[in-house]
């Protein structure tokens, strides 16, 4: 059975930095498409990134980009989600999910999380000075 973990989430000031973990047991990270979506109290779901399994293809949130970068540690079988100048509005829980290979179109359609076959319990990330 398939389990995810994130990790790394926590309390920091705008413009802050944290790196977010999503680390897996039982499948080979490597060969799947990671995805990271987030939801803020009171908001639907949004897709935040992805990461090919098969080309290492990224893919970002609009508002996001230039601030947030995903990657992968296939020796700890871990992908990351380093996040930078952090805004208020970056403030949700953020989710970690997988499917095999390739990542789902429409990372923007609020539910794009659907198309992942597994997904980890969430990590608060929380931007207030």
Do not use: M
């Amino acid at each position: 059975q398939v389990q995810l973990v994130e990790s790394g989430g926590g309390l920091v000031q705008p413009g802050g930095s944290l790196r977010l973990s999503c680390t897996a047991s039982a499948i080979a990270l490597e060969k799947y498409a990671v995805g990271w979506f987030r939801q803020a109290p009171g908001k639907e779901r949004e897709g935040v990134s992805c990461i090919n399994g098969r080309d290492g293809k990224e893919y970002y949130l609009d508002s996001v980009k230039g601030r947030f970068t995903i990657s992968r540690d296939n020796g700890n079988n871990t992908v990351y989600l380093h996040t930078s100048s952090l805004k208020a509005e970056d403030t949700a829980v953020y989710y970690c999910a997988t499917r095999f290979d390739l990542c789902p179109l429409g990372l923007s359609n609020q539910y794009w999380y659907l198309y992942f076959d597994s997904r980890g319990q969430g990590t608060q990330v929380t931007v207030s000075s």
